[in-house]
């Protein structure tokens, strides 16, 4: 594997953990230059800025996103230009023997995310030939499909939601660069909701509101990803609900996705709720096994990689609610075996899997409501009676909260578990710890200890 691959794909772990502005200020230009015989790697940055966020801030999502590629590695230094001298170098021991292979030095990394088109915010690489369909996944498809075929008239709006790393982004994108590729005459925007709100912020901030909403109410497809994030963002709901009329208004299209259904997305106005769900609703759940094989074994067919099968079944097996993650898997092995330059047998691949797998819980929701019970010491059966009594609401919170983080739980589910209670008396208590946890480090220990305690290792 060249100094280069090792970088892009250490920088396809690390973009999942900073934000997509941090990601293009600071890592642009960036390079690895060496990685020396004592696993010190010099990375090579454009100016001082960069480096001092880089060893400060990003340090150690950079350490240990390489060292998971390769784990021998012990230190990193961030030199500015490293790799013009590299280059450099390279280039006048090269010139000795060939004085026509010359390597330009603006010869530069090509990240995936500057091909982002800022026009749309598309970015190209999200398209429907890559993008797989199976049970999961294929009302959601052919409801894009629709959409495409009879743009701001078949399904409007059209709302996907299902679990982080299910395709989502994928898909949406994909949409729009279907329309784009179509007819580049109409006009396509990408948001997320995150970005949709902190523009409107800043706009507002600098007096120039009036441009912003000019610029969203002026679109033919206007996708808004991730749009729980308007929970509790009063400002945002209230101008997005008036972007989002105009645009309904006028027949054009607009596309959103959530991480929920909008009746779980709490803390959102009624009459945007309402709107949300006006058109038509579409969950994505998690590949059964058999399509996460074909997944695996499509990515492989698209980026070259030739693994064995048994491990390839061994990766589909590892993950399972989420296809990033198992992107993420693919990618270590391939990686390590080309580090490793030999073949890689299916027991190397487990145990790499094994050492990078997140915890998991082996236990079910009756268990987790017994060890709390257990904790707290109530007895079991009060976990289900309906009562307002603090010290049995409390732990029933948590019970409630632990349920849906730990083991995915819907809330409805929730709900009938506890005594057939409604679904939002599971989403507020959810919530409520969740805001605990932030705000209240005795609720964050308690939740740190049960999971130690209890939690299978
Ligand atoms: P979400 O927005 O739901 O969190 P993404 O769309 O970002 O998920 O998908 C995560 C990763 O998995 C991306 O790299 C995406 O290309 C890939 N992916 C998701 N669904 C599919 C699919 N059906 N076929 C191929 N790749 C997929
Ligand atoms: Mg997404």
């Known amino acids: 594997m060249s ?19 941090s990601f293009a200020t600071w890592f642009k230009d960036t390079c690895l230059a060496d990685i020396n015989n004592e696993g010190i790697v010099t990375i090579s940055v454009p100016n001082g800025f960069a480096q ?24 990193i230094n961030y030199v500015i230009n490293a790799s013009l001298a590299k280059k450099q170098e390279v280039f006048e021991q090269k010139n000795k023997f060939k004085k ?4 330009s030095s603006e010869e530069q990394l090509d990240f995936k995310d500057f ?17 797989i369909v199976g049970s999961f996944n294929d009302l959601a498809y052919t409801a894009a499909l629709a959409v495409i075929k009879n743009l701001g008239k078949a399904y409007n709006p059209l709302f996907i939601y299902g679990g982080s790393g299910l395709g989502k982004t994928h898909l949406l994108q994909a949409i729009g660069n279907s329309i784009k590729k179509e007819s580049s ?14 523009e409107l912020v800043s706009s507002i901030q600098a007096g120039s509101a009036h441009n912003f909403k000019e610029k969203y109410r002026d679109c033919d497809l206007l996708i808004v990803d991730d749009i ?53 609703i579409i969950d994505i759940s998690a590949p059964d096994y058999e399509t996460r094989l074909a997944i695996i074994k499509a990515k492989c067919n698209e980026k070259k990689i030739a ?6 079944e061994i990766i589909a097996g590892s993950v399972q609610r989420n296809i990033r993650e198992l992107e993420g898997a693919l990618n270590l092995i391939h990686m390590q075996s080309l580090y490793k330059n030999k ?15 997140r915890p998991k819980t082996t236990v079910n929701a009756s268990q987790i409501i017994k060890m709390i019970s257990e904790f707290y010491d109530i007895p079991e059966k009060n976990m289900y009676e309906k009562t307002r009594k603090h010290e049995i609401v409390h732990p029933r919170q948590i019970a409630m909260y632990l349920i849906r983080e730990d083991l995915s739980g819907s809330f409805p589910s929730i709900g009938q578990k506890f005594g057939g209670r409604d679904h939002t008396t599971a989403m507020h208590a959810y919530l409520k710890v969740k805001e605990g946890i932030k705000n209240n480090p005795k609720i964050e220990e308690e939740i740190k200890q049960i999971r130690e305690k209890y939690y299978p290792k």
Request: no cysteine; glycine share 2%.
């Open 52 to 75: 001092e966020w880089l060893g400060n801030k990003y340090h150690k999502f950079i350490l240990k996103s390489l060292r998971t590629i390769v784990p021998e590695i012990r230190s």
């Open 3 to 21: 100094n280069e691959e090792l970088w892009q794909n250490a920088l396809s772990e690390i973009e999942l953990n900073v934000s997509r502005a």
């Open 100 to 103: 026509d292979e010359a390597i």
């Open 343 to 357: 073949i890689m047998t299916p027991e190397e691949a487990k145990l790499i899997l094994s050492k990078n797998a």
């Open 307 to 312: 693994l064995d099968d048994k491990i390839l």
């Open 185 to 198: 005459q109409k006009k396509v925007n990408y948001m997320t909701a995150e970005k949709f709100s902190n």
């Open 115 to 131: 091909h982002v088109d800022p026009k749309t915010n598309l970015n190209p690489k999200y398209t429907f030939d890559n993008f």
């Open 228 to 280: 729980q994030f308007f929970e509790k963002k009063i400002k945002t709901q209230e101008e997005f609900f008036h972007t989002f009329n105009t645009l309904y208004d006028a027949g054009k299209q607009v596309i959103f996705s959530s991480d929920r259904a909008p009746q779980s997305i709490i803390d959102i106005e009624e009459r945007l709720r309402s709107r949300l769900q006006v058109g038509v």
